[in-house]
């Protein structure tokens, strides 16, 4: 099992900057790639960053440029720096982490509880 709790979130002003965190904890020897996602409301949540447990990165088309998303392997933290905020930003931030499974079997997928960003005047 893994647990996973994000931290960071809150008020940010447009063209301002705001981190978020993830913690990992429980079996966290299997987690292979961890990510970022996130959903507004009315809208399905969408990948913003993935990292590979080699550091390999990528990004979704809308924040690439404006955030980083960086892990800490012997902290067992995944975090996501955002930078030049646009009020479409806005939404619940969530951390996921994947656990391959042997002989076929879909990957399992650890989600965090989420954390509200939000960018606003």
């Known amino acids: 099992q893994v647990q996973l709790v994000e931290s960071g979130g809150g008020l940010v002003q447009p063209g301002g900057s705001l981190s978020v965190s993830c913690a990992a904890s429980?079996?966290?020897?299997?987690?292979?790639?961890m990510a970022w996602y996130r959903q507004a409301p009315g809208k399905e949540r969408e990948l913003v960053a993935v990292?590979?447990?080699?550091?390999?990165?990528d990004y979704a088309d809308s924040v690439k440029g404006r955030f980083t998303i960086s892990r800490d392997n012997a902290k067992n933290t995944v975090r996501l720096q955002m930078f030049s905020l646009k009020p479409e930003d806005t939404a619940v931030y969530y951390c996921?982490?994947?656990?391959?499974?042997?002989?076929?079997?879909?990957?399992?997928?650890?989600w965090g509880q989420g954390t509200q960003v939000t960018v606003s005047s």
């Open positions: 990292i590979s447990r080699g550091g390999s990165t």
């Open positions: 429980g079996n966290i020897f299997s987690i292979n790639a």
């Open positions: 996921n982490a994947e656990v391959p499974r042997p002989f076929g079997q879909p990957n399992k997928n650890y």
